[in-house]
């Protein structure tokens, strides 16, 4: 069996999740692996055949990746966030991917963890929804096995060799890195990359309401900007809708002083109205939480008029990514 490189990059003093992270490392079934720890701060993680490095200040998250990349060992790089932590048969569920040498990568959903706090919780039933993240519920929840072209760092896996052919991370787009390295795997190199549900992590949510607004809000810029430089994977019906929802409010308050256009106006708020209802009935199916489902009637619209704004931002108006 190849060996496998876990890499986890932090930036944080006093990471609390760090602690989780390790502990659900050593319980996994499958052995043969080591774990590169690339950090800004210093921290008392130790763990056996741990490979750290502490930077002393700010480096990106695309560089820490392509250096811990670099001096890793494994045939393949698993990529897990700093706030994520795996289930027990994560590492046993990646390696079964790449007998394949058609296989380049492969991810799973990273799932609300259990016991989280209300604000907590209430973020990831956001993204965990159909209404909240459409045809990309299968990054939040488990869903069918299937190949995919863009998938996120949080928990996803890379053939080395392949990793290097198309030299990393480009820090140059950052944040959404993960989407350049993807398309590059995907259109340059001609591989797959496969999304398998078993290959789960549980992963922390921003709390509501600011830190899950700004969160959703910069991936909304990335993919404004994305959608303009890099079309092929980013410039989708899905990732347009909240801006097509957001300028449909802007326009609404002029069409409904036309009784001729109230009907127009009307019509496909109440669409709206009906899914975001539907939505919020499928969460309390799930969560078994009235307060859960209730706020998500406000939480979900919030989501998507911010990240719709954002998107505008990033397609019209930025130049360039930066930290």
Known sequence: ?????????????????????????????????EVLLFTDCENDIEFKNLTKKVYGHYVGPAEKRDDAAKAAKGEILAFLDDDAFPDKNWLASIVSHFDD???????????????????????????????????????FLPGKKQFVDDYPSMNLAIRKTDFEKVKGFDSHYWPGEDTKLCLDL????????????????????RPLWRPHLRQNGNYGLHRGFFARILPKTSLKPLYLAPSLLLIYLFFSP??????????????????????LMT?????????????????????????????????LQGYFFTKKLVR
Do not use: C
């Open 186 to 205: 995907v259109h340059k190199l001609g591989k797959k990359i496969i999304y398998d549900p078993a290959v789960l992590v549980y992963h922390h949510r």
């Open 279 to 311: 939505n919020a009935l499928w969460i309390y199916k799930k969560s078994h939480s009235i307060i859960q489902a209730t706020l998500s009637i406000v939480a979900v619209p919030l989501t998507h008029l911010w990240y719709g704004a954002r998107f």
């Open 1 to 33: 069996m190849p060996l496998i490189s876990v890499i986890i990059i932090d930036h944080r003093k006093a990471n609390p999740y760090l602690a989780e992270n390790f502990s659900a490392l050593a319980g996994q079934s499958f052995k043969d692996f």
């Open 254 to 275: 002029i069409l409904i002083l036309d009784s001729r256009f109230y009907i127009l106006y009307s019509l496909p708020l109440l669409v709206y109205l009906l899914l």
């Open 101 to 139: 040498p058609q296989i380049a990568g492969g991810g799973g959903p990273g799932v609300t963890p259990p016991g989280v706090s209300w604000q907590e919780e209430l973020s990831g039933w956001v993204s965990a929804s159909p209404f909240g993240s459409g045809s990309y519920l299968y990054r």
